[in-house]
C-alpha cells in the first residue's frame, strides 16, 4: 500500500521556451528542403472545435455528440526567413520588387521546447513538435516611430492547419515527441533519427516528414533489423526492442 505524496525532489516539472524552429514551404503538392527560421519568439498553440451537444429522448440526456477539434497557432518572430514570403502571399516580381496578396503556400513546422524540473533546470530534456500542411492567415503590420525606448517590430500570424490521415486514428495535424518518454523506455534512437531527418545531417538535406514516415521511423527504430532490413525475432517469434540511450 501506498499513499500520495506531492513537491518530492525532481518532480516540480515545467515546459518553457521554443528553439530549432525549421520552416518547410510545400511546392507542386511537395515539401521543400528545410530552412532555419532564426527569430522566434513564440509559437502559441490553440484547437477549436470539440464542443459537446447534448440530445435528449424520453426525458433525460441520451447522448452527448463531439464536434471534431482543429488544431491552430499564433507564432510571433522578429523576422522570417526568405521562403516564408511565399507563405504570407508575397511574391517577388523583380530583385528588389515584391507583390503583395499573391497566393499562399502551404508548409510545415518543426520546433522544440524545453521541459525542466527543480534539479537540471531547463537543461532536463525536450519536445519535438511537428505541424502538417500549415497555412498562414492575413495579419497586421505596425510600424511606429523610433523613441527612446526603442522597441524591435514583431510579426504575428494565425496559423491553420490540414490534417493527414493515420491509420486507425482519427486524423492528426500535429505529432509531439518527448525526449524524456523515449529515454525512461530506450528509444532515444527514434527521436534521433527524426531530428536527422528534420533537421538535417552530414547525410542528408533537412527533409519534411509526415505522420505515415514519423509512424513507420518510429517502428524501424524500436526493433532490431539485420543487414537485409528483417526484423529480428526472439526464441518466441517476438521483436527484440532496440534499447539505445
Request: charged residues 20%; proline residues 3%.
Amino acid at each position: 500500500m501506498s499513499k500520495l505524496t506531492w513537491d518530492s525532489t525532481g518532480e516540480h516539472f515545467y515546459e518553457t521556451g521554443i528553439e530549432k524552429c525549421a520552416l518547410f514551404p510545400i511546392t507542386s503538392g511537395k515539401y521543400a528542403t528545410g530552412v532555419a527560421w532564426n527569430g522566434i519568439t513564440s509559437i502559441n498553440e490553440n484547437s477549436s472545435g470539440g464542443e459537446i451537444t447534448a440530445l435528449y429522448a424520453d426525458n433525460i440526456k441520451y447522448l452527448q455528440m463531439i464536434s471534431p477539434e482543429e488544431f491552430a497557432a499564433t507564432v510571433e518572430a522578429y523576422a522570417y526567413p526568405e521562403e516564408f514570403k511565399q507563405c504570407i502571399g508575397e511574391l517577388g516580381w523583380a530583385d528588389g520588387v515584391v507583390l503583395s496578396q499573391q497566393r499562399r503556400k502551404h508548409f510545415g513546422l518543426v520546433y522544440r521546447t524545453l521541459i525542466g524540473n527543480d534539479i537540471y533546470g531547463s537543461d532536463l530534456g525536450y519536445k519535438l513538435h511537428i505541424l502538417f500542411d500549415c497555412i498562414a492567415g492575413p495579419t497586421a503590420e505596425s510600424h511606429s516611430t523610433i523613441t527612446d525606448s526603442p522597441e524591435a517590430m514583431t510579426f504575428s500570424w494565425e496559423i491553420n492547419t490540414n490534417k493527414e490521415s493515420v491509420d486507425d486514428y482519427l486524423p492528426t495535424a500535429c505529432v509531439v515527441m518527448d525526449s524524456l518518454q523515449l529515454k525512461e523506455v530506450g528509444l532515444t534512437n527514434i527521436l534521433t533519427y527524426i531530428e536527422d531527418m528534420v533537421y538535417g545531417s552530414d547525410s542528408n538535406d533537412p527533409t519534411f516528414m509526415g505522420v505515415s514516415d514519423i509512424l513507420d521511423a518510429c517502428t524501424t527504430q524500436m526493433y532490431i533489423m539485420d543487414l537485409e532490413s528483417d526484423f529480428i525475432l526472439d526464441s518466441d517469434g517476438n521483436y527484440i526492442q532496440s534499447s539505445v540511450y
